[in-house]
T-cell receptor, first 115, second 114 residues
Framework: NAGVTQTPKFQVLKTGQSMTLQCAQDMNHEYMSWYRQDPGMGLRLIHYSVGAGITDQGEVPNGYNVSRSTTEDFPLRLLSAAPSQTSVYFC??????????????FGQGTRLTVV | EDQVTQSPEALRLQEGESSSLNCSYTVSGLRGLFWYRQDPGKGPEFLFTLYSAGEEKEKERLKATLTKKESFLHITAPKPEDSATYLCAVPSNAGGTSYGKLTFGQGTILTVHP
């Protein structure tokens, strides 16, 4: 059971470069989201999706784009990397039961350094 | 605005020394409160979900409880392998839907010494 798979695990970018962080889940979950985790800041929501074709912004969306063409995949694109985007990125998926949220399953993270 | 505050930021215990972690929350219409454990270099791992005040959940040495304003994670007779960061989160109501998005506290770093 793979759960939530993120690739790559580590990445170093130069300022101004673009890249895509991949996220895939095999649990048929409706909801997917991206968080970044910085020391002293906790996990903060970047973008989320409530289904294929539907995405919305979270708390810290600037500099990131997302799309969701399938239930399984939710890639995060960095348009022009900046040092402030150095962070650990987590993808998560979840579903709801009787209008109540269930637990989110997280990937193992992508550690991104922008130099 | 949804807010989650965890205390203490860090907690050092001796093996066998029981204690509690606190998670205070402010959210309109709570649709669940979640506890996660995170080990260094790993993603958060789910521990408990609590949905209503008075609810309690237990797993090995951990017990989570919920009131209308806060949740506690009680650790009984901890072992060194319980050392980790413990995160508390609630579904975020910002944007009109609470599905698929969480507001996290900053976490409590627990260290258990043998």
């Amino acid at each position: 059971n793979a759960g939530v798979t993120q690739t790559p695990k580590f990445q170093v970018l130069k300022t101004g470069q673009s890249m895509t962080l991949q996220c895939a889940q095999d649990m048929n979950h409706e909801y997917m989201s991206w968080y970044r985790q910085d020391p002293g800041m906790g996990l903060r929501l970047i973008h989320y999706s409530v289904g294929a074709g539907i995405t919305d912004q979270g708390e810290v969306p600037n500099g990131y784009n997302v799309s969701r063409s399938t239930t399984e995949d939710f890639p995060l694109r960095l348009l022009s990397a900046a040092p402030s985007q150095t962070s650990v990125y987590f993808c998560a998926s979840s579903y709801s039961v009787q209008e109540m949220n269930t637990e989110a399953f997280f990937g193992q993270g992508t550690r991104l350094t922008v130099v | 605005e949804d807010q989650v505050t965890q205390s203490p930021e860090a907690l050092r215990l001796q093996e066998g020394e029981s204690s509690s972690l606190n998670c205070s929350y402010t959210v309109s219409g709570l649709r669940g409160l979640f506890w996660y454990r995170q080990d260094p270099g790993k993603g958060p791992e789910f521990l408990f979900t609590l949905y209503s005040a008075g609810e309690e959940k237990e797993k090995e040495r951990l017990k989570a409880t919920l009131t209308k304003k806060e949740s506690f994670l009680h650790i009984t007779a901890p072992k060194p392998e319980d050392s980790a960061t413990y995160l508390c989160a609630v579904p975020s109501n910002a944007g009109g839907t609470s599905y698929g998005k969480l507001t996290f506290g900053q976490g409590t770093i627990l260290t258990v010494h043998p």
